[in-house]
């Protein structure tokens, strides 16, 4: 069974830096995306940015310049860098890993993310 494990979530100042980290309890170099989601109070869940196994990042509107993710093979690690943080970007974020038949099959717990203004 995969697990996913966030952590780095927290509070802080708008305007300071948080990043995110998600470990997977398997190899993660044959995964063929990864994805961080996020979801705010009273909010439906949103996309915030992938990655895939080679090629191109892609990030939402919302948080492109200020946001970047990457991924560790080598440490079975996702990371999500945030700079620049909004109060909006109050949340809980989510990663997600391995894409197939139009979802994400593994998900982790979540972590929290607070941005005081």
């Known amino acids: 069974q995969v697990r996913l494990v966030e952590s780095g979530g927290g509070l802080v100042q708008a305007g300071g830096s948080l990043r995110l980290s998600c470990a997977a309890s398997?190899?993660?170099?044959?995964?063929?995306?990864m994805a961080w989601y996020r979801q705010a109070p009273g909010k439906q869940r949103e996309f915030v940015a992938q990655?895939?196994?080679?090629?191109?990042?892609y990030y939402s509107d919302s948080v492109k310049g200020r946001f970047t993710i990457s991924r560790d093979n080598a440490k079975n690690t996702l990371y999500l860098e945030m700079n620049s943080l909004k109060p909006e970007d109050t949340a809980v974020y989510y990663c997600?890993?391995?894409?197939?038949?139009?979802?994400?099959?593994?998900w982790g717990q979540g972590t929290q993310v607070t941005v005081s203004s």
């Open positions: 997600a890993a391995v894409y197939s038949e139009g979802e994400y099959r593994y």
């Open positions: 398997r190899s993660i170099f044959s995964w063929n995306l």
């Open positions: 990655i895939p196994a080679a090629g191109n990042t």
